[in-house]
């Protein structure tokens, strides 16, 4: 904390206290100053201009951590500051504006330390030691934002070679020197993710900033890319796929689960692959290997695929005019709801005597009864939805 002793500790508290009060009103002066800049360079969409309350957020959290820390050398720049600066350079926003507008906001909240101080104690050398550690955390601020920029415009410029993606596949192989040159950390917690369709890059980037990652990214081919997101922290599957609610309906995501280490890495990339095998091509949306690991494993073996087939879904198309569309898509309904057969005529839209004939059908064509092979009628569905069995 700010200086050693009681005495320095007695003048920093109020302050933090003080500037912890008047948050909103240093935030919303923040955000006006800097809407209130402009260049005549690039468009800013909606996402950069929404982007800037959130960096100005990030801004005063760090500026009151860094008056409550004393050595804060540990504490990254904030995430939504670097990734606004990332998407200045992709609207062609200028540097001297993302600058000047990252000058305007330590200004600004300079301005309100000072204020708060007033003329009571903490004038003086405690004021200075805040300052001076205000200063010095802008300074790196302003570094690693410029890099940022440059860097995104670099890419821009120049898009990834083909060295960084046959690094990725080196690594991937066992091969330990494939991870020299590539800016991210194997020894950190990883999740593994493959992005299909167009627009996947741009999600699994936004993803990246939203749940605070370092991103490695690279294109193998076409619209296909490969990303692993690493942090010091293990993260929950849950929050990543909250983060992913909003993906496009073209892009399709496949996730791995958390794993650390280089191992982790390889793991949690052929998780994410495994996933996505199964899923249809021009499907959209999220999956998990966790929701989907047993299936994946499954239509590796071809022949226990094409043998549940041949048991379980083939004998409900003998003597269908559907092919047994219908019985399988009563079955669907049935399980989803929970073996509830009210529910499942809910969701089909037919009575409950309709569902309980397909079921007596079905149970007449396997020869047997339902409950008692649950389990493997409810894999050979899903892998029925996957594609054809043993493929």
Known sequence: MVG???????????LLAHLKEQRPAIEEAIVLRVHGLSDSGGVEDQEYAEGLRNAVAAGVD????????????????????????????????????????????YTLFSDFVMEAAGDGPIRGHALRLVMHGQAARFERLVLAATGEYNRECGHRRHPPERHEIERVKQLLAGDPNGANGLAYEMD?????????????????RRLADAVDRRLLLVRPAGDTAWAWF????????????????????DALIALGEPARGVEGW??????????????????????????????????????????????????????????????????RAYFAAGSNISSAASALGVSRQT??????????????????????????LRLDRCGDPGE
Do not use: F
């Not at 050693?4 to 109020?14: F, S, T, Y």
């Not at 990332?86 to 000058?103: F, P, S």
């Not at 020869?367 to 050979?380: D, F, M, Y």
């Open 4 to 14: 050693d002793g009681p005495e320095k500790e007695a003048v920093r508290a109020p």
């Open 62 to 105: 760090d500026g009151l951590a860094g008056i409550e820390w004393e050595d804060d050398r540990v504490r990254p720049v904030p995430v939504a500051l670097l990734a606004q600066a990332r998407l200045a350079a992709r609207n062609g926003v200028t540097l001297d504006l993302v600058l000047r507008r990252y000058i305007a906001g």
């Open 188 to 204: 950190d917690w990883h999740i593994g993710a493959i992005a299909r369709g167009e627009g996947a890059a741009r999600v699994l």
């Open 355 to 380: 569902v309980r004939n397909r079921l007596r059908t079905v149970e007449g064509k396997l020869n047997r009864t339902i409950e008692s092979c649950a389990p493997e009628l409810q894999v050979a």
């Open 230 to 249: 690493g942090g010091r922290r293990r993260i929950a599957m849950a929050e990543v796929a909250r983060r992913l609610s909003g993906t496009p309906g």
């Open 266 to 331: 390889r793991l949690t990339h052929e998780q994410a692959s495994a996933a996505l095998r199964i899923t249809r091509r021009g499907s959209g949306g999220v999956v998990l290997y966790a929701d989907v690991g047993l299936m994946a494993s499954i239509s590796q073996d071809p022949l226990l695929a094409r043998s549940l087939h041949q048991l379980y879904l083939a004998p409900l198309a003998d003597g269908r005019d559907d092919g047994g569309a219908g019985l399988r898509e009563t079955l």
